[in-house]
């Protein structure tokens, strides 16, 4: 032993036990000090396991380099540049401003809120989805996750089509492979290009992504660059506009923009050699280029002029600018307050060279289009690994970085709006001033400086798409909590996702098909959308709920901010695409439900277990404590289970009882007793569990377990019947089975314990349901497709024998079976009378049942009963008195068992139990029958009883209220017998034991014979309040 150890002995000797189990506090503060965070995505450099071991470089990125740039390239991107300028002249500089301030506010609420998440302890690789899953839970992250996944793809795809359209009209026009032969067909020969052209570069994307991640990487700062440049150019040329504007003239014929690319000079006629000569444009609106041609109408009225594009900061086009003009599909850009005189438009104008809107604009779909071009926000968190300080600086980069890009939108939608004449921002394509890119056109030195910085910026932003997107489904699928997914996990020996590539690819792919970037953008503003609203979702249930863990370095956050943000993302939602939107939804739904159904067993101390703790204390503390009103009342199950020397259940079919009679509903604790000490009793205390919830997974039945150690079983039961639930959500209704083996002594579960417990469920005003012959009940399988469910309504204890066979029925189980309600008519009660009182009381309770009332007369206690009554005495004697040996009990008892069962073949005793079994059961009582009964009986009252003493003189020493019990039982055992032998299940009042304690054995023996011969019982006892009610 080392000198260390010895002191470390010495010193913490009191400790010594527990040095096994818990680390010393310097040895723990060691480990913490040297965590090191893996860094994000794909570690190339590492071979194996072991090359982790070796020293890890200290990440050195700070705010500017770690955060702020990547949240910067990743937010700024192809709608800027492609779309603003349409979006303002579209909305107007008002409209797009509330547009945009909307979009900002959306992501700066979320920044605030991801950055109290992303500060509350160390946030590993997988970002976004890590912050979520393990705020919200597997559920919510696992659903969110796949939604930013899918949102990640899609922006791929809308930037892959965003460099399409930036190739195939501004750079190189003449490298489509579709042309448009009429003018109305341009649109779809775009769209085809694009597809052809989208697959090509897809396919090249993935395969450099595949062959490289380290190269896209290097060049992001070449790509941020780029639009770092462009952004720069915008502001230059909007400077110069002040005292230079440039000259980009527009040919406009009346109010109507012309495209520039079918001709060169905007006029009818030109001027050359003192001859008045025809123009191309002529030419284009008339049948031929001779002055007297037949012309269009609009363009015979209408001269055409030529007015500044850009007419410069300070020339007042901002006043124009300010207000909407959305329009239809197909419609002419047209200048508001330019005059023009209208024709008759006989002839089509879709040959003619208008500027035309290609889809129909208008506010909400606007919002949609925009969306994605403030999203991005998370690159800063997903690199959390690489980072110097995690805690410092994804907040402030991130909440900067979004200042910025908002401060450049915003300043950029006023700037266009007060520098670009209306028709051309309204002009998508630039068709207007030949064919430029309308952004190009504002900005200074050149045009192709936007062009070539826009083209590489929505290159890069495709490609590092393409890089995250696999990395987060690796992530997912790595966490094992979607199962099918989970082979997109695997990739090459170095950790790159080649599985996840190839699927990310396949959904770009179907992005591309779509083809229009304004339809694809709609799809990603969704899930983004979503994914937003759940990381405010986290932020504010975790701070509402004040979680002990909840402690974020980031102090500037507030649950109403979150919860706001949470509002504004959900609104946004709907407002870009309602329809979209409950897609988005149903998608994210069903990948919650799929993962709550089939997913691995997660337990991340989550904010959503948080709240549902929450939840359940609350409602727990809502419910009265006292007893339900009798319309809520259902049986609050407390089922008591025999386990044996494995702690395996022995009745397993008591829990399949169990769920066909809950459905699912109500409380069930499924509790035990183990006999021993607790210490002594731990572990398999912990089996008996294990056992016990894997047995209720199986049978269905939901609910909770208990498993209680005691000295005794009779006090282990006692406890459970006093403790099991808690507050008003305790149990009302004990299920138990009927111990069959209660007349051998070694048995546990003895007739003591079970006659104690039905006297204690009394005392606890409790219910109680006692299953006989539990073992011949059906299983959840198994289905009745006839019979009856019997109910002898004997006594009334509050209705439990009317309300369980309907809820019995509501099972699949036992929903064919009848039910039909037997009651007992006494000498002097109106049998018919009672029919009818009983069918209009189910009538009312809306219970439908057959009723039948059975009569039965008073008779001589028969010999049989007689009989039985001596033998359960001399038992019960017997086993008192003799203190015999285990052994001699038993083969005592047996030899009784015999000697009575030879005596019960005597034909003298055959033949009086024949006579006391009524061949036919009475049903109707007149006045008649009753008077010849009760004069029958007192003649034979006498003799009969002087017959039957004289056959066996001991009877005569009999308990009278024991033979009185035992007759009640024959007598009952033989009508219902008669009744109910072939019934799928028969409910019988359970009779309460005696005051006195002497007679629980005798007990035990009336209920055997009340029950003989029946093959599924349910015995029952109410607790003497009412469970049914007539009332609504």
């Excluded at 570069?201 to 990487?217: D, T």
């Excluded at 269905?700 to 208990?706: A, D, L």
């Excluded at 079976?817 to 007992?824: G, Q």
Aim: glycine share 8%; with cysteine.
């Amino acid at each position: 032993m080392d000198r260390g150890n010895m002191y470390e002995g010495k010193n913490m000797a009191l400790f010594e036990e527990e040095m096994d189990s818990n680390p010393m506090v310097s040895s723990l503060l060691n480990k913490l000090a040297n965590y090191t965070n893996l860094t994000q995505g794909v570690v190339e450099h590492e071979a194996d396991e072991d090359t982790k071991r070796k020293e890890v470089k200290v990440p050195r990125m700070g705010t500017f380099i770690g955060v702020y740039l990547p949240c910067l390239q990743n937010i700024l991107g192809v709608i800027l540049f492609l779309r603003l300028t349409w979006i303002v002249g579209t909305a107007g500089v008002l409209e797009s401003f509330i547009i945009v301030f909307m979009c900002c506010a959306c992501t700066m609420l979320t920044a605030i809120s991801m950055s109290a998440i992303a500060t509350n302890g160390v946030v590993p690789a997988g970002g976004s989805y890590y912050m979520i899953s393990r705020s919200l839970g597997p559920e919510f992250g696992g659903a969110v996750g796949l939604c930013f996944y899918l949102g990640t793809t899609f922006a791929g795809a809308m930037y892959i089509l965003g460099t399409i359209e930036i190739l195939l009209t501004y750079i190189s026009p003449s490298a489509a492979i579709f042309k448009a032969e009429d003018g109305g067909e341009e649109t779809e020969a775009m769209l085809n290009n694009m597809r052809v052209y989208g697959t090509c570069i897809i396919i090249l994307m993935a395969v450099v992504v595949f062959v490289g991640v380290k190269y896209v990487n290097k060049l992001a700062l070449v790509f941020l660059a780029c639009v770092i440049l462009s952004i720069i150019a915008i502001y230059a040329g909007v400077i110069k506009t002040a005292f230079d504007p440039p000259d980009f003239p527009i040919c406009l014929l009346g109010n109507r923009t012309l495209s520039k690319r079918s001709f060169d000079v905007c006029a009818k006629f030109t001027e050359s050699n003192n001859e008045t000569k025809t123009t191309t444009l002529w030419r284009l609106f008339c049948n031929s280029s001779l002055h007297n041609a037949t012309c269009d109408d609009y363009f015979s009225l209408n001269n055409v002029t030529e007015i500044q594009g850009i007419p410069g900061i300070m020339s007042g086009v901002l006043i124009d600018n300010l207000w909407s003009a959305y329009s239809e599909k197909g419609s002419i850009v047209e200048k508001k307050d330019q005059s023009s005189v209208s024709g008759s438009e006989d002839m089509k104008i879709g040959g003619r060279p208008y500027v035309f809107t290609d889809i129909m604009t208008y506010f909400t779909m606007l919002v949609g289009i925009y969306f994605p071009s403030v999203t991005g926000i998370m690159a800063g968190s997903n690199r959390s690994g690489d980072l110097k300080d995690a805690q410092k600086s994804i907040p402030t980069g991130t909440i900067l970085a979004i200042s910025t890009t908002s401060f450049i939108y915003l300043s950029c939608i006023v700037l266009f709006g007060a520098c670009i004449e209306g028709v051309i921002l309204r002009d998508k394509f630039g068709e207007a001033v030949n064919g430029n890119l309308v952004v190009g056109t504002l900005a200074w030195p050149s045009p192709w400086v936007i062009v070539i910085g826009s083209f590489f910026s929505t290159c890069g932003a495709g490609l590092q798409s393409l890089t995250g997107a696999p990395r987060l489904l690796q992530a997912i699928a790595r966490d094992g909590i979607v199962p099918f997914i989970q082979v997109f996990g695997h990739g090459k020996a170095n950790g790159e996702p080649t599985w996840a590539l190839l699927l990310t690819a396949g959904i770009c792919e179907i992005g591309i098909l779509i083809a229009s970037l304004d339809s694809v953008a709609p799809i990603l503003s969704m899930f983004f959308l979503m994914c937003y609203m759940f990381v405010n979702l986290a932020c504010a249930v975790q701070t509402l709920l004040r979680t002990p863990n909840w402690r974020p370095r980031f102090k500037y956050y507030h649950w109403t901010l979150s919860f706001l943000g949470m509002s504004l993302c959900l609104a946004l939602m709907f407002i870009c695409s309602w329809y979209y939107a409950l897609i988005a939804m149903l998608i994210a739904g069903c990948i919650y439900k799929y993962i709550e159904y089939r997913g691995a067993e997660k337990e991340w101390g989550d904010g959503i277990r948080g709240l549902s703790l929450n939840a359940a204390r609350y409602a727990l503390l809502r419910v009265e404590d006292g007893p339900p009103h009798t319309k809520n009342w259902r049986p609050q199950l407390l089922v008591l289970l025999n386990l044996d020397c494995e702690q395996l259940v022995k009745h397993p079919r008591l829990l399949s009882f169990t769920s066909q009679l809950k459905a699912g509903k109500g409380l069930t604790i499924v509790g035990s007793v183990l006999q021993g000490t607790y210490l002594d009793k731990c572990t398999e205390t912990q089996k008996a569990e294990e056992n016990v919830k894997a047995l209720m997974g199986v049978e269905k039945t939901k609910g909770f377990c208990q498993i209680v150690v005691s000295p005794s079983f009779r006090d282990g039961i006692s406890h459970l019947i006093q403790s099991a639930g808690l507050g008003g959500m305790k149990h009302n209704t004990v299920l138990m089975a009927w111990p069959q083996s209660w007349k051998r002594t070694e048995n546990h579960f003895s007739w003591k314990n079970f006659v104690d417990t039905v006297r204690e469920t009394t005392a606890a005003q409790q219910a109680l349901l006692v299953a006989k012959n539990i073992d011949l009940f059906p299983t959840n399988q198994e289905r009745f497709t006839e019979g009856n469910i019997d109910v002898w309504w004997i006594v009334h204890d509050g209705g439990m024998l009317m309300l369980l066979p309907f809820l019995l029925r509501q099972h699949k189980v036992w929903r064919k079976c009848k039910m039909r309600i037997f009651t007992v008519a006494q000498m002097d009660d109106n049998s018919i009378q009672m029919k009818k009182d009983l069918q209009m009381f189910l009538y009312h309770l809306r219970l439908n049942a057959e009723v039948e009332v059975v009569e039965m007369f008073e008779n001589d206690i028969s010999a049989f009963t007689y009989e039985k009554t001596l033998m359960m005495e001399q038992r019960s004697q017997m086993l008192k008195q003799m203190q015999l040996s285990k052994n001699e009990r038993e083969r005592e008892a047996q030899l009784i068992h015999d000697r009575n069962t030879a005596s019960h073949s005597t034909p003298a005793v055959k033949a009086s139990v024949a006579a006391s079994v009524p061949e036919k059961v009475q049903m109707t009582w007149t006045k008649e029958k009753f008077v010849a009964e009760k004069h029958k009986n007192k003649d034979t009252n006498v003799s009969g009883f002087k017959d039957i003493f004289n056959m066996k003189p001991e009877w005569g020493n009999l308990n009278q209220s024991n033979v009185r019990r035992m007759h009640t039982a024959v007598k009952l055992n033989g009508v219902v017998l008669n009744k109910s032998q072939h019934a799928q299940l028969v409910l019988l009042n359970m009779p309460g034991p005696p005051k006195n304690r002497k007679g629980d054995e005798n007990y035990m023996e009336f209920l055997e014979v009340l029950t003989e011969g029946l093959d599924r019982v349910l015995l029952v006892r109410g607790s003497g309040r009412e469970v049914i009610t007539i009332y609504s």
